[in-house]
T-cell receptor, first 112, second 109 residues
Framework: NAGVTQTPKFRILKIGQSMTLQCTQD?????MYWYRQDPGMGLKLIYY???????DKGEVPNGYNVSRSTTEDFPLRLELAAPSQTSVYFC???????????FGQGTRLTVV | GQNIDQPTEMTATEGAIVQINCTYQ??????LFWYQQHAGEAPTFLSY??LDGLEEKGRFSSFLSRSKGYSYLLLKELQMKDSASYLC??????????WGAGTKLIIKP
């Protein structure tokens, strides 16, 4: 049982480059989330989805985009990377909205 | 504004008991979560409280007082593997999760 799988685990981007962080879950959860975690700060919600075809902005959506074409997949797109996007990104899923969440292993992104 | 306060770091001895506090000021309350996060890893769910009182789960217990805006996580019989960060998160009236910055717990032999 894989749970939530994120790729890649590490990435270095140059300013202005773009990339997609992949996230897939095999628990048939309707709710999926993208968070970023910065040192000394709580997790910040970037985007979330309540089901295939439905996405909504979280607390810090600027500079990011998401899509949810299937229940399993919830990729996060970074356009025009900036140093402020250097962070650890976590994808998560849950059976109901903001209940016990299952997290992926994280992506450590550095923008230089 | 909404705020969750936790101590930044705590140190305890193997075999002892430690209490990690969390105070919150949020727009409404619909439950409080505790997660454990080992360094470099993903958070994992520990407990959920929505009513006042103590919830016990093995060596870990979580307490909630809604009137005081206060919770604590109690860890008994500490083991070296309990060295981790402990994250408190509150679900507000809009069912949005507000996360604390976490408490780094260091266990010494």
């Amino acid at each position: 049982n894989a749970g939530v799988t994120q790729t890649p685990k590490f990435r270095i981007l140059k300013i202005g480059q773009s990339m997609t962080l992949q996230c897939t879950q095999d628990m048939n959860h309707n709710y999926m989330y993208w968070y970023r975690q910065d040192p000394g700060m709580g997790l910040k919600l970037i985007y979330y989805s309540v089901g295939a075809g439905i996405t909504d902005k979280g607390e810090v959506p600027n500079g990011y985009n998401v899509s949810r074409s299937t229940t399993e997949d919830f990729p996060l797109r970074l356009e025009l990377a900036a140093p402020s996007q250097t962070s650890v990104y976590f994808c998560a899923s849950s059976y109901r909205e903001h209940t016990e969440a299952f997290f992926g292993q994280g992506t450590r992104l550095t923008v230089v | 504004g909404q705020n969750i306060d936790q101590p930044t770091e705590m140190t305890a001895t193997e075999g002892a008991i430690v209490q990690i506090n969390c105070t919150y000021q949020t727009s409404g309350f619909n439950g409080l979560f505790w997660y454990q996060q080992h360094a470099g890893e993903a958070p994992t769910f520990l407990s959920y409280n929505v009513l006042d009182g103590l919830e016990e789960k093995g060596r870990f217990s979580s307490f909630l007082s809604r009137s005081k805006g206060y919770s604590y996580l109690l860890l008994k019989e500490l083991q070296m593997k309990d060295s981790a960060s402990y994250l408190c998160a509150v679900r507000d009236s809009n069912y949005q999760l507000i996360w604390g910055a976490g408490t780094k717990l260091i266990i010494k032999p």
